[in-house]
């Protein structure tokens, strides 16, 4: 049986994971494409598959068939893929590791995702994101980490109970300062071992709250006509140089 | 006086540099908000300004006020600014320096932007864009810049071209290969005093027929769980290695 109908109920109800207050709600969300489905079901949180009528995708999890008009409508791309997966959240809430990334409100899907991609190729272990960031689960996120999401562990924690947790466990908290910071590629290798690296919103950095809670402050050094880099970039140069 | 038809000739020619066609036959473009149009007061490049009413900019270049409507009309923003700035494309063709940069067929616009901001800020003297990389005045682009395309020379060649009259000057051109490549952390210093990194699209990277030609093949060490970086990403860990 092929789902045609807009109207189908199931339809109606996966279409409303496009929604953060209905991924919320039902602890839900949609990849797209069949390199995410297939990252989401190595990780064991794939719970269903859409796809189009002639795909060949074997997995062992119910699958369901839906006619391009359907697959367009649960698509949040242009060129609407072959597959998609609803997938289960995993309710994580403890902070793993020595190497650890908080993100303070970031806002730019793109960002979101194109940093975790990078936390993983560097070894980060937890992230962390606080209040106001963009929701893990948005599509351009998901895109954007090229499933990356689902091989580290990201946690949503208030940014002052968490720098309180890391402090608890003698983790010192990086920040960043163009003006009173160290040059990242001076830092000992001791200092590398174990940090929470915390990095702020696109246009007005971390938080002053947060920014007095630092322990040390690092700066990438670059020519004087640039004021600053693309907040993804800034950060995946900083965790580059933690890891050497 | 103020415009406030959309329907002013004036203003549907301005509108029209919104579409790659007619800035290529105008050899015109726009950029919009303040910091945008300073920078390119500055350089020399603004022809005239569009301002709203209340909006205070005093520059020495002819100014037109125009209704919140007809701001609307022009700008690309969901949000657009007080006040966008007509310039004229300079004319540049030639490799100045021994930094180079080549992009071959970038296709996302915030990528090419993000990446010419990293450029400026490792001090690379000269980017090449070679033919089907997205236009360097899509409005796009202009805004991941963060005004950085005024500081740098930008130029758009052939790719094979390109690569021959760097050759000539005996430039050494560096690619990437993640399993036949050489760490980018142990280049020597004259390694880094002269080269033309070449970077490509997002899904194929450099096409095959530049790749042969380079002469060196780097790559950036990272998590085996991480088949590659975002271009933008790797593009700017690689220049800040080679700025050291």
Redesign the interface.
């Known amino acids: 049986m092929i789902i045609t109908s807009l109207e189908n109920n199931k339809i109606k109800s996966i279409s409303k994971l496009n929604k953060k207050k209905y991924r919320d709600i039902e602890a839900k969300f949609i990849v797209e494409g069949e390199h995410l489905v297939l990252e989401a079901y190595k990780k064991g949180c794939l719970e269903e598959v859409l796809m189009l009528e002639n795909y060949q995708l074997k997995l062992n999890i119910p699958s369901t068939l839906v006619s391009k008009e359907v697959m367009s409508k649960l698509s949040e791309l242009d060129t609407p893929s072959n597959i998609i997966g609803i997938c289960k959240k995993e309710d994580k809430n403890e902070i793993i590791g020595n190497k650890i990334l908080i993100l303070d409100e970031i806002q730019d899907p ?1 960002n979101l995702g ?1 940093i975790i ?2 936390a ?4 980060i272990e937890t992230i962390i994101l606080t209040e106001n960031t963009v929701d893990l689960y948005n599509s351009k996120v998901i895109r ?1 980490t ?1 499933g ?1 999401l689902f ?1 580290i562990n990201i946690i949503s924690m208030n940014g002052l109970i968490a720098i309180k947790k890391l402090k608890e466990k003698n983790i010192p908290i990086y920040g960043t300062d163009v003006n009173n910071g160290s040059n990242v ?1 001076n830092l000992t290798k001791e200092e590398k071992e174990k940090f929470a690296l915390v990095m702020g919103n696109e246009g007005n950095g971390v938080r002053p709250i947060i920014k007095d809670l630092c322990d040390k402050n690092l700066y ?1 050094s ?2 004087k ?6 907040v ?2 800034a950060t ?2 900083l965790l ?1 140089e933690l890891g ?1």
């Open positions: 793109g194109t991609r990078s993983v190729a560097f070894n954007a090229q990356m091989h590629c990438i670059m020519n006509n640039v004021e600053s880099l693309n993804a970039i995946s140069i580059y050497r």
